[in-house]
Structures are given as C-alpha cells and as structure tokens.
C-alpha cells in the first residue's frame, strides 16, 4: 500500500467516525436532540401554562362564579355565533320536547 492509499484510507475512516457521531442507525442524532429537547421545553410551558389556567379557575371560583359555568361561556367563544345559536335551538327544542 501506497502513502496515497494509506493517507485516504486514513482520511475515509476520519469521515466514517464523525458520521457515525451524527448518525446512528441513519438517524442523526444532533437533529433529534434538538427535536426532543424543543418538545420538552414546550411540554414544561405547557404545563406551566396548566398551573396558570387552574389559578384563574380557583380565582373565578373565590370571586364567587360558577366555574363549569365559565368552562361553558370560554367553550361557547370559540365557537362560530351560527354554530352557537343552532345549539340552543336545538336545547331549547330538545327541553320543551321533555316539558322542561
């Protein structure tokens, strides 16, 4: 063997190592690092977000409102006014059916 053979074999098995830090199995591992630890970061806001919500349900609920009441009125909001009106259409067609 050559020392033009033996430096280019040296230089494959340099590139064959760094890749294979990267790469695993064909994935790379720096990318999923990074996926997995923005996932982590968001799930903790997340569930800070959770904490934040539950707090305001509890300060609602000392103020003397009704909570499921404010679950309904924060669900209604999200909703389309035409999607909402069907709804209590329907409710109050659905109560007078049972005498209500």
């Given at each position: 063997m050559s020392d033009t053979e033996d430096d280019t074999s040296k230089a494959g098995a340099s590139r064959a190592r760094q890749a294979a830090?990267?790469?695993t199995g064909g994935i790379a591992a720096d990318r999923l690092r990074s996926i997995v630890e923005r996932i982590e970061r968001?799930?903790?806001e997340?569930?800070?977000l959770g904490d934040?919500?539950?707090d305001i349900y509890a300060e609602a609920k000392s103020a003397g409102f009704e909570v499921k009441v404010v679950r309904q009125i924060i669900r209604l909001r999200k909703q389309e006014p035409a999607e909402v009106e069907e709804q209590e259409t329907l409710l109050d067609l659905y109560r007078r059916a049972l005498g209500m």
């Open positions: 830090d990267s790469d968001l799930e903790e997340r569930k800070a934040d919500i539950k």
